[in-house]
Every structure is written in C-alpha cells, then in structure tokens.
C-alpha cells in the first residue's frame, strides 16, 4: 500500500501512519470513533488484521518502504486476545523488529 503524501497543513507536517488493528479489539475501537464521528488525522490509514500477530516484520518495513512515517500494531489487552496468546507474541515480534530497526 503506498503511501499518499498529504497537503502539508498550516502548522507543517503531518506524518503518514499505517496502523495495523487486530479485528477482534482494536479495528472494532476504530470502527466505533468513526460512527461516532470522532476526527483523526486523514494520514492515519487503518488496516484490519485478524490478529495482531499476524503482522509479520516484513510488512511493517515494506510499509515504510512505501513512505509510511510510522506504523502502529494495535491488538486486544494483554491477557485477553481472541486468540489465546496472538497479542502477547505479537508484543514480543514487534519489540524484537524496534530493536532491529534501531
């Protein structure tokens, strides 16, 4: 997914940010401050995952690649994912992939 560069606003720049949201906890949060007509920057793309650990460390930096200025993995509360233990491990990819790309 390539990232479109916005207009930049009257206060300067605006990162591009793709988020990656577990579709059992964090897309529904999405999902609801949108039909709540909650207002987020449009350069926040949001992706539904099933869960968050199925992003893999190659699709955060091919989204960086692609011009994303940041990426955020959002998943369910520790201890309470969908998918027993999808969150913790996806705690554990994500810190390893920060460490790599440090």
Known sequence: MKMETPAPRMNGWEPN?????CNWCSYAG?????????Q????????RVM?????EPA?????????????LVAGCHI???HYI??????????NNTRKALA
């Open 51 to 55: 869960c968050s650990s199925r992003v």
């Open 17 to 21: 940010i793709l988020a990656f949201c």
């Open 79 to 81: 201890g309470d994912c």
């Open 59 to 71: 699709f955060i930096l091919k989204a960086l690649k692609d011009g994303a200025d940041g990426v």
């Open 85 to 94: 233990d999808g969150n913790k491990n996806a705690e554990i990819r994500i």
């Open 30 to 38: 999405a999902d609801l401050a949108g039909v709540s007509r909650f």
């Open 40 to 47: 987020y920057p449009p350069t926040v793309k949001v992706l």
